[in-house]
């Protein structure tokens, strides 16, 4: 995988506590510090955006009924 740089301004406490995660030994640099947190925050909100299973249920069930599109009725339960 070939790596590029990403550059970011952080407040001291972010730098500080990032030490402090190197220096327990949890990661060996900032920069596995950094990717770690980005890995999860897109777990995070991939997680909270997926359908449940029984979003997914009411969503075929509707599809059945009404004869309307996926994609329309999936938009639908997710604003209601």
């Known amino acids: 995988m070939r790596m590029v740089t990403l550059t970011a ?3 001291e406490g972010v730098k500080r506590m ?3 995660l190197i220096k327990t030994g949890l990661y060996k640099s900032q920069s596995e510090v950094v990717r770690d947190a980005i890995r999860q925050l897109a777990y ?3 997680a909270e955006t997926a359908l ?4 997914i249920r009411r969503i075929v069930k ?3 009924k009404t004869g309307k599109s996926m ?5 639908k339960v997710r604003d209601e």
């Open 18 to 20: 990032t030490r402090k």
């Open 62 to 64: 509707k599809t059945r």
């Open 9 to 11: 301004d952080v407040t």
């Open 71 to 75: 994609s329309d009725l999936v938009r």
């Open 44 to 46: 995070k909100y991939s």
């Open 52 to 55: 449940s299973i029984e979003e």
